[in-house]
């Protein structure tokens, strides 16, 4: 029985082309900024998102905390989603390595409430209190979905952030899977943020990597850190290449897997003991909930195992199914055929 796999997007692999220019790739001394393939993919990485410079990182978490590293100092705090990745899935690397202070808040499809927000951004005059530096959005969110935030919503997030004074940080790790689903560009995003990450890696398909966008003086900071927390790469233009590919040649067709993702989405809801909001689907994320027939989400994932489906427990109750290069059209359909024989067996049982 082949395996369909939708544990994550990250787990696609280079295509054939991705590989000819890795092997033909242009290289030099990264740290010596003399490798021209690196330096070509922060071009084009500013250049997409309409801000002044970029720096090539090695993973979405790096990029994000070189973000929070350069705009904030020991003591200080950062304002972030509750259901953020950057404050449940990154180790508390803001506390570890940098001494700052995450002060999480509601979020509501996928975005951190504009209210809560005002609430949460501390009185500047007291000196009881941290100061307050940055907001951090996810775009598309992860937890809630892949949930994409409108322009408009940035808009104002952005323009509350001016009036005090914060800067604005998006984790847009999946930051072209809201493109795609929205139809604003990446320039439009940009526009509202002072900086974003965006993964080279997940459903654009490359190898390895993210690159930090932002202004020259913020992605100089990044550099630094980026030193000190040994991620200053040599001949990363192999690496590099991939990802110039990726934003060229993959962003338009995450819309097969966001397709894809719907379609699993409607099937899903329809069998017996499963719920998807799947109006809620906007992009490639799909949260299963297990209402019925005694299933917790680790129990279902291991009977989707059996069958020959890989899919992630993703809190209680429910499992992640992420659509990705590697599932095709026909695999969804072959998907919900074992899922609903295998919760049919799991009756008669
Ligand atoms: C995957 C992901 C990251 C981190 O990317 P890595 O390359 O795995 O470190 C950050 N934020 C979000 C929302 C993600 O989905």
């Known amino acids: 029985m082949r395996t369909i796999d939708f544990r994550s997007d990250t787990l696609t692999k280079p295509t054939d082309e991705m590989r000819r220019l890795m092997y033909e790739a242009e290289v030099g001394d990264d740290v010596y900024g003399e490798d021209p393939t690196v330096r070509r993919l922060e071009e084009l990485a500013a250049e997409t998102v309409g801000h002044e410079a970029a720096?090539?990182?090695?993973?979405?978490?790096?990029?994000?905390?070189?973000?929070?590293?350069?705009?904030?100092?020991?003591?200080?705090?950062?304002?972030v989603g509750e259901d953020s990745h950057i404050y449940l899935y990154e180790g508390a690397a803001p506390a570890a390595l940098g001494g700052i202070q995450l002060r999480p808040v509601a979020e509501t499809e996928g975005c951190m409430d504009l209210a809560a927000a005002v609430r949460a951004i501390r009185?500047?005059?007291?000196?009881?209190?941290?100061?307050?530096?940055?907001?951090?959005?996810?775009?598309?969110?992860?937890?809630?979905?892949g949930r994409v935030i409108p322009v408009e919503k940035m808009e104002q997030l952005y323009m509350l952030a001016k009036k005090r004074g914060l800067?604005?940080?998006?984790?847009?790790?999946?930051?072209?899977?809201?493109?795609?689903?929205?139809?604003?560009?990446?320039?439009?995003?940009?526009?509202?943020?002072?900086?974003?990450?965006?993964c080279l890696s997940k459903g654009l398909s490359a190898p390895v990597g993210s690159v930090l966008t932002g202004t020259k003086e913020f992605i100089a900071e990044a550099?630094?850190?980026?030193?000190?927390?040994?991620?200053?790469?040599?001949?990363?233009?192999?690496?590099?290449a991939p990802g110039i590919y990726a934003l060229e040649n993959m962003v338009e067709r995450l819309e097969e897997d966001h397709a894809n993702a719907r379609e699993l989405a409607v099937r899903l809801n329809e069998l017996p003991g499963l719920k998807v909001q799947a109006e809620s689907v906007e992009t490639n994320i799909v949260m299963c909930e297990i209402i019925e027939g005694g299933h917790s989400a680790e129990s279902f994932r291991d009977l989707l195992l059996e069958n020959g489906i890989k899919a992630s427990p993703f809190g209680e109750g429910v499992v992640r199914f992420v659509t990705n290069r590697h599932v095709a059209a026909e695999d969804i359909e072959e998907t919900v055929q074992r899922i609903k024989k295998a919760l049919h067996r799991a009756v008669l049982r």
């Not at 009185?123 to 979905?145: W, Y």
């Not at 550099?223 to 590099?240: E, F």
Request: glycine share 12%; hydrophobic share 35%.
């Open 167 to 198: 800067s604005v940080h998006m984790d847009g790790a999946r930051l072209f899977n809201a493109v795609v689903a929205s139809g604003a560009s990446a320039k439009q995003y940009g526009q509202y943020v002072d900086s974003v990450q965006f």
């Open 55 to 79: 720096l090539f990182v090695t993973s979405g978490t790096q990029g994000n905390q070189l973000a929070l590293l350069s705009y904030c100092r020991s003591g200080e705090e950062v304002i």
């Open 123 to 145: 009185d500047e005059t007291d000196i009881h209190q941290p100061r307050t530096r940055v907001l951090c959005v996810e775009n598309t969110h992860n937890k809630a979905g």
């Open 223 to 240: 550099r630094r850190w980026r030193k000190r927390l040994g991620g200053g790469m040599r001949q990363a233009g192999v690496i590099a």
